[in-house]
């Protein structure tokens, strides 16, 4: 993929990455884990985001770079990007430890906690390589009506994808790039941190 962006955009610099794989094997008690299936959990939810991290961390802009153009929106649909880049790794709120006072679903708690912590990593990094040209973050996009949560349809209020992904996108418009404006934290698509 990379070596396919670089080819296609040369001399490009990301400016929005959005890294969203994820999957759930519902465990319901300990009983029910499955070895095979929680390696898969692990594979999709935490390596999944390290490997993209590994490969796109070369196209986001370094501190030298010419920060991008802030778009003032120019129609209806398009989208004001801040002149950072921002990199979003899809977390869970599942996933925060602080928050978990249900149990179950080891393997998906586990393995989406390890991406706060990527995404806490990451912008470290990013402080370092991009200063206030690069953030990124861990995301959550509430509960949504995809295949992911079908078995769940009907029982509970469900946000549609499209109003999700516009919710997100706000909310990592609005970020700024300085140390204390929410790099390298979980925002939920309220623009409310979910906190590790
Ligand atoms: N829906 C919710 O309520 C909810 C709540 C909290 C967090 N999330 C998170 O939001 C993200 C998107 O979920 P969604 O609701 O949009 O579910 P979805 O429609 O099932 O999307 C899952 C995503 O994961 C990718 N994926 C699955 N298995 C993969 C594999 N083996 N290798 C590479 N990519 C793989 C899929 O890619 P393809 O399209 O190419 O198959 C798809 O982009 C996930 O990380 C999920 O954990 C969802």
């Not at 955009?9 to 884990?33: C, D, F, M, W």
């Not at 590994?54 to 370094?62: C, G, M, T, V, Y």
């Not at 706060?116 to 990451?122: G, R, T």
């Amino acid at each position: 993929m990379a070596d396919t962006i670089r080819r296609e955009y040369p001399n490009t610099p990301l400016r929005l990455g959005l890294a969203i794989p994820g999957i759930l094997h519902v465990e319901k008690s300990p009983s029910q884990i499955d070895f095979a299936k929680a390696l898969d959990s692990f594979k999709v939810n935490s390596i999944g985001p390290l490997l993209l991290m590994k490969h796109l961390s070369q196209f986001i802009p370094a501190k030298s770079a010419q920060a991008f153009t802030a778009d003032a929106a120019s129609s209806h649909d398009s989208l004001p990007l801040p002149s950072h880049a921002i990199y979003a790794m899809m977390a869970a709120r599942v996933g925060s430890i602080s928050d978990n006072a249900s149990g179950g679903w080891y393997s998906y708690r586990a393995s989406k906690a390890a991406v706060f912590q990527l995404a806490k990593s990451f912008d470290l990094y990013l402080q370092t390589k991009s200063a206030q040209r690069a953030i990124a973050v861990a995301l959550h996009p509430g509960t949504v009506q995809t295949d992911f949560t079908k078995d769940f349809w009907g029982g509970r209020d469900m946000l549609e994808p499209i109003d999700a992904a516009g919710k997100l996108l706000e909310v990592l418009a609005r970020l700024p790039s300085d140390a204390k404006g929410g790099r390298g934290r979980c925002w939920d698509w309220k623009g409310e941190e979910v906190v590790p």
